[in-house]
């Protein structure tokens, strides 16, 4: 896991923006105050402060010194370089962090998912819903939401599901079974349900680590299903599943510690040379120009009650700089588009790709219309328009307009230099599709890429967008959905 993997999921630092969408380009949006994390998630105070701090102060006296900071990094490197190369990859380090680092309360502990959206988001988002669907149901729809992670956990998973449940119900267009429990993913349970929605599930969100005999079974029920003439849809982080940066990290055994992240990212800017390695020595240079940033008084000691707030008020590092030989080729040691591995090939083929990378939320995106006069795309009026969110980006390999109908996608070509560096090895073809359908088997797949933030699920057209996608896949909304490029084309 490298920079364009691991690093990716920092979304701890970013600040977070209201979502917003309008027709055209460049509007200005709404933000939220300075500060307000995105997601609402954790900062880098806080759980796996204390833990760092606690793991740090090796005499137990309440305060950190130099020598204490240092002496840790160089302990936790001997236990970590297992191969005794005196370079660490990445992977090894932010893996280490996540080892060495108690999750916080609940974090990968089996505690259950939150399953109750916030009253302000399920008021804005009611007040968004579609009046109607787009077409007449040919008979009474089951759709079931499935919002269980593996992985990252959105907050915004429960409103997604909520969001389907209130379409169905005003339109009139199915009925809706929420479930959290991947158990529920089985042939006989699925025979009552016309459609499966995966509310931003994350990793390897059907498996049962400790049985894989039903992990096997889920798989074959969710493929037979699609396959069999079924749909499927997705929204979000349904593409964060099932690919190598989705897995735990060697000897974990559990779902990676992602409130490390804060930390990791810190300790990987330590990477002087940025060949994807941490040696000893950069390691120790690091931890001496933290601890100035740590203690700017130069007091040589950080007690408890200030480390957490210390740690908050250092910047993030910047984006780090590409690698390799330009025009889209990235050096050996990075995590390429073209060498990610899928987890579940026929999975990461079905729902159209598997995330690479992200723009983190409060970023601006023009958003285009591939084509415009499809009929999912009604509801844009023929116009593109800015979403701010959290914005993915997909591998070459996985994501293909051989493989997809793509219907939207990010205007490449608006975007500025700025913004476009942020992204390290980007798609040499400039092709970053948000949404987009396809054919499995007898069967029908939507999928659409934002929806990280509640925000997005106030904004109509985008909920207009979704509801067409759904009466796709159930076979309601009779579309071209032939790929977008024709096989053996150039």
């Known amino acids: ?170 339109t009139g267009a199915w009925s809706t079974t929420i479930t959290y429990d991947a158990a529920d993913i089985n042939d006989g349970n699925l025979k009552q349900y016309d459609a499966i929605f995966l509310a931003s599930t994350t990793g390897a969100f059907l498996d049962d680590p ?78 001496d120009a933290w601890y100035d940033k740590l203690d700017p008084g130069k007091s040589g000691r950080i007690t408890q009650a200030e480390f957490p707030q210390r ?19 990235a050096a050996a040691t990075d995590l390429t588009p073209d060498t990610q591995i899928g987890t579940w090939p026929e999975f990461n083929r079905m729902i159209g790709g598997f995330f690479k990378w992200h723009w983190n939320d409060g970023q601006s995106i023009t958003v285009k219309l591939d084509e415009p006069g499809h009929p999912l795309n009604a509801p844009f009026k023929g116009q593109g328009y800015v979403i701010v969110d959290e914005t993915y980006t997909f591998g070459r390999d996985t994501y293909s307009r051989r493989n997809l109908r793509v219907l939207t996608s990010i205007d490449y070509a608006k975007m500025s230099a700025e913004d476009k560096a942020k992204e390290q090895n980007p798609r040499a073809d400039g092709d970053y599709g948000l949404s987009w359908i396809r054919r499995e088997g007898k069967g029908r797949v939507f999928y659409e890429a934002h929806g990280h933030n509640e925000k997005v699920y106030a904004i109509r057209p985008l909920l207009e967008h979704i509801t067409a996608g759904l009466q796709y896949v159930l076979g309601d909304l009779q579309v071209d959905d032939a790929p977008s490029v024709k096989e053996g084309s150039k």
């Not at 307000?36 to 006296?61: E, H, I, L």
């Not at 982080?237 to 490390?260: I, L």
């Not at 740690?311 to 080729?329: D, H, V, Y």
């Open 1 to 170: 896991m490298g920079w364009s993997s691991a690093g990716a999921r920092v979304v701890l630092f970013a600040a977070g923006c209201s979502a917003i969408i309008s027709p055209g380009a460049g509007r200005p949006s709404a933000q939220t105050p300075p500060g307000t994390t995105q997601g609402r998630g954790a900062g880098p105070g806080g759980g796996v402060a204390a833990s760092f701090f606690t793991a740090a102060d090796a005499n137990k006296d309440g305060a950190l010194t130099r020598e204490e900071l240092k002496g840790t990094f160089d302990r936790w490197f001997t236990q970590w370089d297992t191969a005794k190369g005196n370079a660490l990859t990445l992977e090894q380090m932010f893996g280490g962090l996540g080892a060495a680092l108690p999750s916080p309360p609940g974090a990968g502990s089996g505690t259950p998912q939150n399953q109750t959206p916030r009253p302000d988001d399920v008021t804005a988002m009611m007040a968004a819903l579609p009046d109607r669907a787009p077409a007449r149901p040919r008979q009474a729809r089951k759709v079931l939401v499935l919002g269980r992670a593996a992985g990252f956990v959105h907050s915004s998973i429960p409103l997604a599901a909520r969001t389907i449940e209130e379409i169905g119900k005003k």
């Open 311 to 329: 740690l908050a008020a250092i910047p993030p590092p910047p984006p780090p700089a590409q690698r390799g030989g330009g025009n889209g080729q």
């Open 210 to 287: 400790k049985d894989p005999v039903a992990t096997a079974a889920r798989r074959k029920a969710l493929l037979d299903f699609v396959r069999g003439g079924k749909g499927l849809a997705g929204i979000h982080a349904a593409s964060d599943s099932y690919h190598e940066s989705s897995k735990a990290p060697a000897g974990r055994g559990g779902g990676f510690n992602f409130a490390v992240l804060p930390i990791a990212m810190q300790v990987a800017a330590g990477d002087a040379n940025r060949d994807g390695r941490l040696t000893r020595e950069e390691l120790a240079g690091f931890s």
